[in-house]
């Protein structure tokens, strides 16, 4: 885990709303997911600055086990154009814990580095937290994706 300050910044992309509960996420976030992948979303996405894909966690409605919201998407430059059936976050300035999760994405290598943050006593804000698939995701079997969680 390192502390790091992240200056704000807005991803414009698809959303879903879930909640820990009854194991909801793990049928909602890998459908977005499908979603995202199958129908190009990001290659629909207007003003995009860079390639990597963003899954953002934000609109907590207390923490990590009731309902927040999900959205999977690019950061851009500006919210000019927001597709319809789309939507926007900002991710706001903020000291962020970041940590890696490193292997094979489609073994659930992201969901056990989730477990472990989860368990780490964190002094957690519940704003916006955030994954990082940039290049060195591309190969899904080997992959490096960071976490961003924000803390007080």
């Known amino acids: 885990m390192i502390k790091t300050k992240i200056e704000p910044f807005w991803i414009v992309g698809i959303s879903v709303r879930t909640t820990k509960k009854n194991e909801q996420f793990a049928e909602d976030i890998p459908n977005l997911w499908n979603t995202f992948m199958s129908e190009g979303t ?3 996405i207007p003003n995009k600055l860079e390639d990597s894909i963003y899954a953002v966690y934000t609109d907590y409605e207390s923490d990590h086990t009731e309902a927040y919201t999900t959205i999977i998407g690019c950061k851009v430059a500006s919210l000019d154009t927001i597709p319809p059936g789309m939507t926007s976050v900002k991710i706001e300035r903020s000291i ?32 916006t937290d ?11 079997k080997d992959a ?7 803390i007080e």
Do not use: C, Q
């Open 42 to 44: 990001m290659h629909k």
């Open 96 to 127: 962020y814990s970041r940590f890696t999760a490193k292997g094979d994405i489609t073994k659930g290598v992201i969901y056990d580095k989730w477990t472990d943050i989860w368990e780490i006593d964190l002094d957690r804000t519940y704003t």
């Open 130 to 140: 955030f994954e990082v698939y940039g290049e060195e995701a591309v190969n899904p």
């Open 144 to 150: 490096e994706v960071d976490i961003f969680v924000a």
